[in-house]
Nanobody, 115 residues
Framework: QVQLVESGGGLVQPGGSLRLSCAAS????????MGWYRQPPGKQRELVAR???????NYADSVKGRFTMSKDNAKNTVYLQMNNLKPEDTAVYYC?????????WGQGTQVTVSS
């Protein structure tokens, strides 16, 4: 069982920045594909960014050039740096880990972009 704990969400004005963190258990960051998903109000959960065990990343078109996902294997933590935030980025953000087809999820952290 992998435990994922997100932090760093909050209220930010449009154009602002936030950095989300996801602390994982059991050395999973170096061995699992890690991802960030989000669920806007009234909408389905969607992939935001993903990072492989080798460090390759891919992003949703809506966040390319604004969001950066990274990881620190030594700290067993993944990050999502979010810049130039827009109101449409408002959502609950979830950390995800996948290993051999088994998925694990964090509890989510709320990000609200509003003036």
């Amino acid at each position: 069982q992998v435990q994922l704990v997100e932090s760093g969400g909050g209220l930010v004005q449009p154009g602002g920045s936030l950095r989300l963190s996801c602390a994982a258990s059991r050395n999973s960051v170096s061995r699992y594909t890690m991802g960030w998903y989000r669920q806007p109000p009234g909408k389905q959960r969607e992939l935001v960014a993903r990072i492989t065990t080798g460090g390759s990343t891919n992003y949703a078109d809506s966040v390319k050039g604004r969001f950066t996902m990274s990881k620190d294997n030594a700290k067993n933590t993944v990050y999502l740096q979010m810049n130039n935030l827009k109101p449409e980025d408002t959502a609950v953000y979830y950390c995800n880990a996948v290993y051999w087809g088994t998925e694990y999820w964090g509890q989510g952290t709320q990000v609200t972009v509003s003036s």
